[in-house]
């Protein structure tokens, strides 16, 4: 994405448009740690944009080059542009340490939301609707819950598909392919899949269509239970979670 013409070089962006506010005067979760402001991680205001993160949270998000904003991707400065100062060498806006620590409270919190696994540090951040859904192309639990949502929809999709021939209906007979259709139809763009974790995927997938079947043949509508949620949620994180990097 080219930078758009008179953007404010980076050091210039975090001196003058990043913005400490009261926690009385924003929301009360950072939209990329999901975790509620206090002294200690106190809300920081993107002046071009008008969106709210803890400050940690955002430099760290900067730190890679990236120069969008989280929530609307937006062009907030241009990487390739240096103050005249800083010719001798860029430093990073902050330091090694403050990255160790907001690392490893992003791996606390997703420790902390119930699924096993083992933590990797923040890298490459996909996000939906506020929410952190990936890092580096793996899944966070925010990830795995938003992918059980969607592929239970795409799976009730392909079950009123099949529902054109009532009388032919068996969820046995249903091809690898349509599975796989599905699942492609739940995944985000940005979303890693190795090879080996289709057949876990796609395991997945047919129990909720046996699921439909079932709700269909008992003549109630399908719904999804907390438990099946939660298991499935887990297997997805199984197969596409964070990997780890530091053990």
């Known amino acids: 994405m080219?930078?758009?013409?008179?953007?404010?070089?980076r050091k210039t962006f975090?001196?003058?448009?990043?913005?400490s506010v009261?926690?009385?005067?924003?929301?009360n979760y950072c939209p990329i740690r999901k975790e509620e402001y206090d002294e200690k991680h106190l809300?920081?205001?993107?002046?071009?944009?008008?969106?709210?993160?803890?400050?940690?949270?955002?430099?760290s998000w900067f730190v890679e080059d990236i120069n969008t904003c989280p929530l609307d991707r937006n062009q907030l400065f241009d990487?390739?542009?240096?103050?005249?100062?800083?010719?001798?060498?860029?430093?990073?806006?902050?330091g090694e340490a403050s990255t160790q620590r907001n690392?490893?409270?992003?791996?606390?919190?997703?420790?902390?939301?119930?699924?096993?696994?083992?933590?990797?540090?923040m890298g490459y951040l996909l996000c939906l609707s506020g929410e952190i859904i990936a890092v580096d192309g793996y899944v966070t639990p925010n990830g795995c819950r938003r992918l059980?949502?969607?592929?239970?929809?795409?799976?009730?999709?392909?079950?009123?598909?099949?529902?054109?021939?009532?009388?032919?209906?068996?969820?046995?007979s249903v091809s690898d392919d349509e599975i796989r259709s599905?699942?492609?139809?739940?995944?985000?763009?940005?979303?890693?899949?190795d090879e080996t974790a289709w057949s876990a995927m796609a395991h997945i997938a047919r129990i909720m269509l046996n699921r439909h079947s079932e709700a269909y043949a008992e003549r109630f509508d399908a719904r999804m239970t907390v438990e099946d949620a939660i298991s499935w949620g887990q297997d997805i994180w199984d197969v596409c979670g964070l990997d780890s990097t530091e053990e």
């Open 43 to 59: 809300p920081t205001l993107l002046r071009p944009c008008g969106h709210i993160f803890g400050k940690q949270c955002i430099h």
């Open 103 to 121: 690392s490893a409270r992003f791996s606390n919190a997703r420790r902390s939301e119930g699924f096993r696994g083992r933590s990797r540090s």
């Open 182 to 193: 599905s699942i492609l139809d739940a995944l985000p763009r940005g979303i890693h899949v």
């Open 14 to 19: 975090i001196k003058d448009l990043m913005i």
């Open 2 to 9: 080219p930078s758009r013409p008179n953007l404010p070089s």
């Open 79 to 94: 990487p390739s542009t240096h103050d005249e100062k800083d010719e001798a060498g860029p430093s990073p806006p902050v």
């Open 148 to 172: 059980v949502r969607d592929l239970w929809y795409q799976v009730g999709i392909l079950f009123e598909h099949l529902l054109i021939h009532p009388d032919e209906l068996d969820p046995l």
């Open 22 to 27: 009261a926690p009385s005067s924003a929301d």
